[in-house]
């Protein structure tokens, strides 16, 4: 296993367009998340499943952005009618229980121009 | 409301010195923190997770503390070396609603110069 695989690595789309991002977590871990980062600040909480069970949304995740997990392997996350503020890095991360530490890929860097 | 914060300016320090960085917390009791290493343009590494039983943890030259009564964690890399430099960040569950979500700070930039 090679560890957490996001795809794309890049993306750039205007305003208004869908983006899908993918992730393929390491195969022995239930539990998958998926986190936002903008420059200068820490990863900000979007989402969380367990196997397919998507259990926690953050609040500050808006109707635009949906994400599944089917037969609990791999995610996406869609980003509807995006904006501009959407712009960011989206990092995926798996981890197989409460105790241990996360291990995350190396995100996707949307920027909406 | 709950935070995880940590000293938002960078810290410079000479290589083979040990490198101290803080993370506090307030409002809340975490039952575990975490501690990443990030580098520019990639995702956080882990590094060392301490539960609020454990007063140290320790890892070849890192080592984490644990103050319940400060609410603070310590991450201290010893003998610091110029590939040790990288954004360092904090983690910690907190509830948020009836969300419950490992939260982040912002990170302590730290460059080991040679």
């Known amino acids: 296993d090679t560890g957490v695989s996001q795809d794309p690595r890049h993306k750039i789309t205007k305003r208004g367009q869908n983006v899908t991002f993918r992730c393929d977590p390491i195969?022995?871990?239930?539990?998958l998340y998926w986190y936002r980062q903008t420059l200068g600040q820490g990863p900000e909480f979007l989402t969380y499943?367990?196997?397919?069970?998507?259990?926690?949304k953050s609040r500050l995740l808006s109707d635009r952005f949906s994400a599944e997990r089917p037969k609990g392997s791999f995610s996406t996350l869609e980003i509807q009618r995006t904006e501009q503020g959407d712009s960011a890095m989206y990092l995926c991360?798996?981890?197989?229980?409460?105790?241990?530490?996360?291990?995350f890929g190396s995100g996707t860097r949307l920027t909406v121009v | 409301s709950q935070k995880i914060e940590q000293n938002s300016e960078a810290l410079n320090i000479q290589e083979g010195k040990t490198a101290t960085l803080t993370c506090n917390y307030t409002?809340?009791?975490?039952?575990?923190l975490q501690w990443y290493r990030q580098d520019p343009g990639r995702g956080p590494v882990f590094l060392l997770l301490?539960?609020?039983?454990?007063k140290e943890k320790r890892k070849e030259r890192l080592k984490v503390t644990f103050d319940t009564t400060l609410k603070q964690s310590l991450f201290h890399i010893t003998a610091s070396q110029p590939a040790d430099s990288a954004t360092y960040l904090c983690?910690?569950?907190?509830?948020?609603?009836?969300?419950?979500?490992?939260?982040f700070g912002s990170g302590t930039q730290l460059t080991v110069l040679p």
């Open positions: 499943f367990q196997n397919e069970a998507q259990l926690e």
């Open positions: 983690a910690g569950l907190l509830f948020s609603g009836s969300a419950r979500q490992l939260t």
């Open positions: 991360a798996s981890s197989g229980g409460q105790y241990y530490g996360y291990t």
């Open positions: 409002n809340y009791s975490p039952a575990y």
């Open positions: 195969s022995e871990h239930n539990r």
């Open positions: 301490i539960r609020e039983n454990e």
